[in-house]
């Protein structure tokens, strides 16, 4: 969990959110999308530095109060929580838009998207260590509809490939899916790893497949 430096007292969740002197009042907001706004910016400062965030650190960040925080969310715990939650509605909002751009060349649409579900999946991982373990699950659970918003991103984002491809692309998020963990087994005690260039060359041709530049002699 964040390690608070700074607890709120009774004074700082009365005062106006001007702050000290020289801080600009934060404009009139509706609760909700204060919530909203101080989640977000949160994420990338739980990314960047882990549990060491402080609210201090987040209200200089946003230029409030620090009360103004503990007002939306009453507990630091509340705070993590959703941002965490956020985290993983920002990573749907990206599968929405298009994970990787469907004009590439194959090989250079499996790359970006190697490149993309590393870095995704080591987020992943930074942002539920901030929770409890035994929440872990119900905030899985309630990304509802990701593992199939994931599904048809991929399936959209190859589909121009299909002829070319040995699975449906409708399963090729499973594939893509068992790379991101391939690309994160390090976490897991696996000290070799793959490297990037690996689980490309492994996606688009198995240990037995042969390159689409690989000669009759099966050198490339």
Known sequence: MIDVAT????????????????????????????????????????????????????????GIAEGTIFRAFGDKDSLVRAAVQTF????????????????????????????GTRVWMQNMFRMLSLVPRDQVPEIMQHRGAGGDEYQAAIAAAFGSDADALTVPVDRLGAVMSIAGVAANARRFGDAQGLTDEELVRFILYGIAGVPRDADASGKE
Request: aromatic letters at 2%; glycine letters at 6%.
């Open 7 to 62: 607890e709120p007292d009774a004074a700082a969740q009365a005062e106006p959110d001007a702050g000290p002197a020289g801080r600009t009042r934060a404009q009139p907001m509706a609760p909700e999308d204060r919530r909203r706004m101080i989640a977000e910016e949160a994420v990338p400062l739980f990314l960047e530095h882990g549990s060491a965030v402080t609210t201090r650190q987040l209200a200089d960040h946003l």
């Open 88 to 115: 993983f509605e920002q990573s749907r909002a990206r599968m929405a838009e298009g994970l990787v751009d469907a004009g590439l060349p194959l090989e250079d649409k499996v790359a970006a998207l190697v490149r």
